[in-house]
């Protein structure tokens, strides 16, 4: 119920014109062995920035099964127990690929800066999939930045977006 007050809050505001700034205070992150270099540089950029971090792993780089921790980051984000996520895996395929099976996700695989803020804009993106294989961490930061930095722009967008769901 409170994920539904959620988006109808959010909803009247966008009709409204009285679209408020989304305030981003804790996000979630995980992924496998693939992205464990980059996790603990994302969770420190992010804690700069005054934004609390849930880590589901992992914690190491020996071989794991990504889904074991990226169910645990789309989980809360569905639920609204974070307001975003950040997932991470060497193409960033299965990660989201993972995400995108929860009703609430809209998972976007972006390998550049300017991708990861178009699918905050068009696309009202909940979660961010890193490519760690194939972004050096720099970029990844600078996609972190533009994911929680981007506005849903709303207007025509939110109508298609209305129609990703399958229930």
Not at 1 to 12: D, E, S
Not at 41 to 52: D, E, F, G, L, P
């Amino acid at each position: 119920m409170k994920h539904f007050l959620k988006k109808l809050k959010t909803y009247w505001a966008n009709i409204s014109g009285n679209k408020k700034q989304m305030e981003i205070n804790k996000i979630a992150i995980g992924g496998d062995h693939a992205g464990f270099d980059y996790k603990d540089a994302i969770k420190a950029h992010v804690t700069k920035r005054s934004i609390a971090v849930v880590d589901h792993g992992t914690n190491s780089a020996d071989s794991v099964d990504y889904p074991d921790y990226i169910h645990p980051v789309a989980n809360q984000v569905e639920t609204s127990l974070v307001d975003l996520g950040i997932i991470l895996c060497g193409s960033g395929n299965g990660a989201a690929m993972t995400a995108n099976k929860h009703q609430g996700i809209r998972a976007a695989l972006c390998w550049t800066p300017e991708l990861a803020a178009l699918a905050r804009q068009h696309n009202n993106a909940n979660i961010l999939s890193i490519p760690t294989r194939f972004v050096d961490l720099d970029t990844a930061l600078k996609m972190v930045d533009a994911f929680l930095d981007t506005e849903f722009e709303g207007g025509r967008h939110e109508r298609r977006v209305g129609k990703i769901a399958c229930s």
